[in-house]
């Protein structure tokens, strides 16, 4: 697939291609991880529900790291 990098406000950007959109079963507003590896980019679908409970782990990792230390030991 190929597409234009284009000006957008003062920065630039990409638009997605239709057909990327559908097999990926993307919808505004919905969050992408950016990866460049190389000369490459690899664009991902962020999963809302491994990004709750990654948030919860941070926060309670935060809340009780001195706790999680012992237990580990």
Do not use: C
């Amino acid at each position: 697939m190929e597409t234009k990098i284009r000006k957008i406000g003062n920065s630039l950007g990409v638009t997605l291609p239709k057909q990327l959109i559908d097999e990926l079963h993307l919808k505004q507003g919905d969050k992408i991880t950016i990866t460049k590896s190389g000369s490459n980019i690899e664009l991902e679908p962020v999963d809302p529900e491994f990004e709750e409970w990654a948030e919860a782990y941070r926060e309670s990792n935060k809340d009780y790291k001195e706790v999680f230390k012992e237990l580990a030991k």
